[in-house]
């Protein structure tokens, strides 16, 4: 059972929602902030995705698969898949981005179906009440803005990249200024440069937004979720009532967790095609 929240819930919620945090330069403001919590999540899990592909690609077979080795190349096979439908060109650098993209999104979110109060109690056994009480760890990775921001941000990059390998700096740079709108004559031809290159910019930056918006509003949302229905655990009357919302509420959540990761890899792929197409 959840202990009781000193303060009520609000002040237990306040509290699961702060990060533990390093400032480099604490006269400059929160600016300088890192959050150790979210990079080292981030990191871990990025690294056991990598380790756990690794050690069956290297141990891969031609004949008869084992259960391991079919569920790692069921997970390609579907990436590539989607990939194939999408993007019609060169696949070879695009399927392991978007297999990166989406195990090690789902893989961060997943961390949500971890109970509440564990990053509390690993803190507390291994660091101590007294610093427990004074630190943070939150385990969701991509319930931080920071986060995805991060992430897509990267995406925005590497789409970027694409367009100029696939167009040329120039072809590029070009069709900032001529496409949507196109024209004839020379004079229609300079008038139309503003609008077309501030509709260009305002759709380029809408990407990585929305992709860093959805995938952190609906992962924050779960969160919140989990820290109203483990409220309910604090009391022997409300407890069981507690287990029973937060275990239909995470296998709902299961499904959310799959669908962000594989939304955000659609859209990656979905932006690197568009951005390889001639206008």
């Known amino acids: ?39 080292v999540v981030s990191f871990v899990l990025g690294a056991l995705f990598c380790l756990w592909f690794w050690l069956y690609a290297r141990k891969a077979t031609s004949g008869v698969p084992s259960k391991g080795q079919a569920f790692v190349e069921i997970i390609v096979e579907f990436v590539d898949t989607q990939v194939k439908d999408t993007f019609h060109g060169d696949r070879r650098t695009v399927t392991p981005l978007a297999l990166s993209i989406f195990m090690w999104v789902f893989f961060m979110n997943a961390m949500d179906l971890l109970p509440v109060d564990l990053g509390g109690w690993l803190v507390h056994t291994f660091a101590g009440a007294e610093t427990a009480h004074h630190t943070f760890f939150r385990m969701v990775p991509t319930a931080d803005i920071n986060t995805t921001i991060g992430l897509s941000v990267a995406v925005l990059f590497i789409v970027i990249g694409h367009g100029i390998k696939a167009k040329g700096g120039f072809g590029f740079g070009k069709e900032l200024i001529t496409a949507p709108f196109h024209a004839e004559g020379p004079v229609a031809k300079t008038i139309l440069v503003l609008p077309n290159f501030f509709l260009n910019v305002v759709e380029t930056l809408s990407k990585p937004v929305s992709l860093a918006m959805r995938l952190f509003g609906n992962m924050y949302g779960g969160e919140l979720v989990f820290m109203l229905i483990a409220g309910l655990m604090v009391s022997w009357i409300s407890f069981v009532p507690g287990v029973v919302f937060n275990t239909a509420w995470a296998i709902f959540h299961i499904l959310i967790i799959a669908l962000q990761a594989f939304i955000f890899m659609m859209l990656t792929i979905v932006y690197i095609a568009t951005a390889r197409e001639h206008h």
Request: charged share 15%.
């Open 1 to 39: 059972m959840v202990s009781e929240p000193q303060g009520g819930l609000t002040e237990y919620i306040q509290h699961h929602l702060n990060h533990m945090v390093i400032n480099f330069r604490p006269d400059a403001g929160a600016f300088w902030n890192v959050r150790v919590d979210s990079i």
